[in-house]
């Protein structure tokens, strides 16, 4: 999925609401697009990656687990991307581990994210397609969940 176009989708977030697509969310982070829910607080940040550079969900990662502390926030950071056989979504998910671990030890045992999922461009077209919420146990079991 082209980026331009993952940033356009209405996503489906019921009643949350879409405040942020590709706009400078804090000094330097400019995520795909970011979701609050009714009381205003950072639910979800979403990224595209087209591309299969390992370091590119890595920033990902670190940039969410920043902001979100920065934010107070607990949200869920879902990264849909293109996979190839080179980088599977499983592989994303196993490669972001160790540094999702690093970074919760750094941060007393627990990442400031509620939760960082991967999924593949397709699926996340079908959960589209099917009015799956963002928030919904289908959308998630659509996601493979880093450990």
């Given at each position: ?59 990902d990662l ?16 879902v990264i ?68």
């Open positions: 999925m082209k980026d331009s176009k993952f940033k356009e989708l209405d996503h489906r977030v019921g009643a949350y609401q879409v405040v942020s697509r590709s706009t400078e969310v804090a000094k330097g982070y400019k995520p795909d697009v970011t979701v609050e829910d009714t009381n205003k607080q950072l639910a979800f940040i979403l990224e595209c990656e087209q591309k299969t550079d390992r370091k590119a969900f890595l920033g670190v940039k969410a687990e920043k902001h979100a502390e920065e934010r107070r926030a607990c949200p869920v950071l849909v991307m293109e996979p190839l056989p080179n980088s599977t979504v499983q592989q994303i998910a196993d490669h972001l581990a160790p540094y999702a671990k690093w970074l919760a030890h750094r941060n007393g045992g627990t990442l400031c994210l509620s939760g960082v999922l991967i999924m593949s461009d397709d699926e996340y077209e079908r959960s589209f397609q099917a009015n799956e919420l963002l928030t919904s146990q289908e959308f998630r079991a659509r996601a493979t969940v880093v450990a």
